[in-house]
Nanobody, 118 residues
Framework: QLVESGGGSVEAGGSLELSCAAS????????MGWFRQGPGKEREEVACIDSYKTTTYVDPVKGRFTISTANAKNILYLRMNSLKPEDTAVYYC???????????????WGQGTQVTVS
């Protein structure tokens, strides 16, 4: 099970940190990803972290977002800085099928948390 939290409303230029609490498995053994779906848009993968803590990001968020894990707490994070209105979306965390990041290879999803940037 994956449960996101930390969403909310923020002004452009502000910051938010999303959390994703995992239960039933060990986060550090899998790749983990953050996705988002904006109004009228398709869901897109934003960032991924693998079991070696290697990270990848889509270009629009590079340098602004940071994905990380706290293995002792079994939690996935997404730190979002310099937020822009186009970052407005529902953000989802997901567990990868493998220990490495592979586009589209996710097997479990959270319920999502809304992020609104004005």
């Amino acid at each position: 099970q994956l449960v996101e939290s930390g969403g909310g409303s923020v002004e452009a230029g502000g910051s938010l940190e999303l959390s994703c609490a995992a239960s039933g498995y060990i986060v550090s053994l899998y790749s983990m990803g953050w996705f988002r779906q904006g109004p009228g848009k398709e869901r897109e993968e934003v960032a991924c972290i693998d079991s070696y803590k290697t990270t990848t990001y889509v270009d629009p968020v590079k340098g602004r977002f940071t994905i990380s894990t706290a293995n002792a707490k079994n939690i996935l994070y997404l730190r979002m800085n310099s937020l822009k209105p186009e970052d407005t979306a529902v953000y989802y965390c997901a567990r990868g099928r493998y220990s490495y990041c592979a586009r589209g290879a996710y097997s479990a999803w959270g319920q999502g948390t809304q992020v609104t940037v004005s």
